[in-house]
């Protein structure tokens, strides 16, 4: 597990498999956007979790998270939250990342926590980019604006209710739609041709979202991560009771969050 900051505001956690990253997330992403009541910013088991999505979500009956979700984004201040929560049942996965992160923000000092935590697989540029896109979203506010204006014009020529339908499969709700919407027309060209949508009716839309995210991109995220990203590779020696604390990518078969 690495994680780095690709600019102020961004933190980003990568690792080498899709296991080993889907276990450090499968809670905290479900605690922020879980279309489940009982799940979304409540207090849940890991056990219930896996229990009610080999029932309900996955086609084979197993527990499939890490393979159907390869992509993760959370707000600094839905982390936070997720961490006072959760951290006397944390798993190695989700301590490690949560030292991690905490190295890097400070984020057990802060009242606010003006970050937001991504994560993907080291080298899925495709995933990074989507999540990459969902910070955007979040952080900057006339790049939310101007996503949502773009999409807001363009519901004079087009329906976004298929990739809606996909959606709401894919186990996103409605809150989210907008921030989906986008980062599926810039990114998951490949998952939405599998779900038989019609992109090309879309096509004037994603080069108008592509532009304002690549110019963002350009003038956001830092140049040099060599010189100017700050990396927290090692886990704290600390015990956890002596610390105070004040959806991704189909890759190519895997949905995102």
């Known amino acids: 597990m690495r994680v780095r900051q690709l600019n102020k505001?961004?933190?980003?956690?990568?690792?080498?498999?899709?296991?080993?990253?889907?276990r450090a997330f499968v809670r905290a992403q479900e605690f922020f956007e879980s279309p489940r009541k009982q799940f979304r910013g409540k207090f849940f088991t890991l056990e219930s979790f896996q229990q009610w999505y080999r029932d309900n979500q996955s086609e084979s009956g197993k527990f499939t998270y890490s393979m159907d979700f390869g992509g993760y984004n959370i707000p600094g201040e839905v982390y936070c939250d997720f961490v006072v929560k959760f951290m006397d049942n944390m798993s190695d996965e989700e301590y490690e990342l949560f030292d991690k992160v905490n190295r890097l923000t400070n984020m057990c000092c802060k009242v606010s926590s003006k970050f937001y935590l991504i994560g993907c697989k080291r080298g899925d540029r495709v995933t990074l980019n989507h999540e990459v896109h969902h910070a955007f979203y979040k952080l900057y506010?006339?790049?939310?604006?101007?996503?949502?204006?773009?999409?807001?014009?363009?519901?004079l020529d087009v329906s976004f209710d298929p990739i809606k339908r996909y959606l709401i499969d894919n186990m996103y709700t409605e809150e989210v739609f907008s921030d989906e919407i986008a980062a599926y027309l810039m990114f998951e060209e490949k998952e939405l041709k599998k779900a038989n949508i019609n992109l090309k009716v879309y096509q004037t839309i994603t080069e108008q979202l592509l532009q304002l995210f690549n110019l963002y991109k350009r003038?956001?995220?830092?140049?040099?991560?060599?010189?100017?990203?700050?990396?927290?590779?090692?886990?704290s020696q600390k015990s956890r009771s002596s610390l105070q604390v004040g959806?991704?990518?189909?890759?190519?078969?895997?949905r995102q969050v």
């Open 219 to 235: 003038r956001r995220l830092w140049r040099n991560p060599k010189g100017q990203t700050r990396t927290e590779r090692h886990t």
């Open 247 to 254: 959806r991704a990518s189909p890759m190519h078969a895997k």
């Open 141 to 155: 506010p006339k790049y939310h604006d101007t996503v949502r204006w773009i999409l807001k014009q363009s519901l």
């Open 9 to 22: 505001g961004i933190v980003l956690a990568e690792f080498d498999s899709f296991g080993e990253l889907g």
